[in-house]
């Protein structure tokens, strides 16, 4: 069973438009939000995070969504460029847990 | 390099050999998790020390599968009888001993079981 649904399963925008990709969850113990960025033979890299006691978080270029109520965050990459190019992962987990649950990912394409 | 450290970066092996990853975490992190990555899929946890104490297995562990951190600092997991399905993309990652922390990964070692 996926504890976090990510969609889409892949993006392709031209540079400067900005990409969207948007995590469900229903377990409401779930209390922090990353986002995780990863390169073709790389491990992945955490970009943002999140917790639920504020509905948006910006760093950068890149801002978290949260809406608690819906159970959903999304991440919205301002003027992407080529170099966002990758594939990017949400994840949950909850207080006291010590793994990650991830989403299937985004492969996203930044055409020049 | 300062980052966590995995190898190797590719193991071959044919079904029924047994494997074994090494990984080097941060110096100073005590967490130390191992994830599995196959294709098209999000990491998946396996299991989880603090410092040399395997506090957490998940059920995707299977009993060829074991993991030890002997001295609390690097940790080796082997897959004994490799079978096909093992073929995947096996991450290792650490962190401080603080709540919702960053975890940071290292490249991975990926398996190949034919």
């Known amino acids: 069973q996926q504890q976090v649904k990510q969609s889409p399963q892949s993006l392709i925008v031209q540079k400067g438009g900005i990409p969207i990709i948007n995590c469900a969850y229903e377990?409401?113990?779930?209390?922090?939000f990353p986002w995780y960025q990863q390169f073709p033979g790389k491990g992945p890299a955490l970009l943002i995070a999140?917790?639920?006691?504020?509905s948006e978080k910006k760093e950068g270029r890149f801002t978290i969504s949260f809406n608690k109520s819906a159970k959903q965050f999304s991440l919205h990459i301002m003027d992407s460029q080529p170099g966002d190019s990758a594939t990017y992962f949400c994840?949950?987990?909850?207080?006291?847990?010590?793994?990650?649950?991830f989403g299937t990912g985004t492969r996203l394409t930044v055409i020049p | 390099d300062t980052g966590v450290s995995q190898n190797p970066r590719h193991k071959i092996t044919k079904r029924g050999q047994n494997v074994t990853f090494r990984c080097d975490p941060i110096?100073?992190?005590?967490?130390l998790y191992w994830y599995r990555q196959t294709l098209g899929q999000g990491p998946e946890f396996l299991t989880y020390?603090?410092?040399?104490?395997?506090?957490?297995k998940s059920r995707l562990l299977s009993d060829r599968f074991s993991a030890e951190r002997p001295k609390g600092s690097f940790s080796t997991l082997e897959i004994q009888r490799t079978e096909q399905g093992d073929s995947a993309m096996y991450l290792c990652?650490?962190?401080?001993?603080?709540?919702?922390?960053?975890?940071?990964f290292g490249q991975g070692t990926r398996l190949t079981v034919v």
């Open positions: 990652a650490s962190s401080l001993s603080v709540a919702n922390t960053e975890a940071f």
């Open positions: 377990n409401t113990a779930f209390d922090y």
């Open positions: 999140i917790r639920p006691d504020v």
């Open positions: 994840a949950a987990n909850r207080a006291g847990a010590n793994n990650l649950f």
């Open positions: 110096s100073e992190h005590n967490r």
């Open positions: 020390f603090q410092n040399e104490a395997q506090l957490e």
